[in-house]
Each structure stands twice: as structure tokens, then as C-alpha cells.
């Protein structure tokens, strides 16, 4: 699986991509929908507001169900009803399928986050 050099990554193995001034599409990458297996259910609330690592809502799969943890301060915005109706997808496109749009409170500081490199290098060791 090819891993995109343009999105941000977390340690919780969440990614986010900027599309709007302080707005972000926010999904799960690869080895997190690997380690889930087949992705059957999406739980999330538009208008939530959240801080720095708390749950900002759920997904599950046939083995298990995970935390969606939030990379900063912020709230759910949008959300994305393709991915909620067809959850699979993400099994199928994790990087390019988005759970949902988030505003963080404060500009976000790029070096919180993992690049791919960064990232790769974590889910190896």
C-alpha cells in the first residue's frame, strides 16, 4: 500500500489532509484498517466538539471495534455520508477515503505530526 506524502500522520495511526484554511479531512491509514479487518460500521456526530486526544467517534469491524482519536483541539464539521453508507471503502482506499471534514480551534503546528516518512518508520519498528 502506498502511503501519500501530502497528508499529515498520527501515532493513533489517524491521517488528516488540509482542503480549506484550519479545515482538514481526517481518516484511518492503512496499517490501522489492516489491523481492524473488514470495516462494517462508522460511528461519528457532526457539530462535536473535541480536544487533543480525546474519542471523537468510533469504527468498527467484524473482530473489534476503535477509537477514532482526534490529532488537536476542534470539531466535526462534515461528515462523510459515502463513507458511512459504504464503509468497506476505506478497507479498499483508506488514503483517499475520508471519515470526516474537522476545524481545529488554533492553527495547527505541522511538526506535531508524522510525515510519511515519520510514519512509516513508527508502524515498522
Known amino acids: 500500500m502506498n502511503y501519500i506524502d501530502d497528508l499529515f500522520y498520527t501515532k493513533e495511526h489517524i491521517w488528516i489532509k488540509s482542503y480549506k484554511d484550519n479545515q482538514f479531512y481526517l481518516g484511518i491509514t492503512n496499517f490501522a484498517q489492516d489491523l481492524l479487518g473488514d470495516i462494517i460500521y462508522i460511528d461519528l456526530t457532526l457539530g462535536k466538539k473535541f480536544n487533543s486526544n480525546d474519542s471523537i467517534g468510533t469504527i468498527e469491524s467484524v473482530k473489534t471495534a476503535s477509537d477514532i482519536i482526534a490529532p488537536a483541539n476542534g470539531e ?22 475520508w471519515l470526516c471534514s474537522i476545524s481545529f480551534d ?13 510514519y512509516l518508520k513508527l508502524i515498522k519498528d
Open 76 to 97: 466535526i464539521i462534515l461528515i462523510n455520508q459515502d463513507t458511512l453508507k459504504k464503509p468497506e471503502k476505506i478497507n479498499e482506499s483508506p488514503h483517499e477515503t
Open 106 to 118: 488554533l492553527e495547527i503546528n505541522k511538526e506535531n505530526y508524522l510525515s510519511k516518512q515519520e
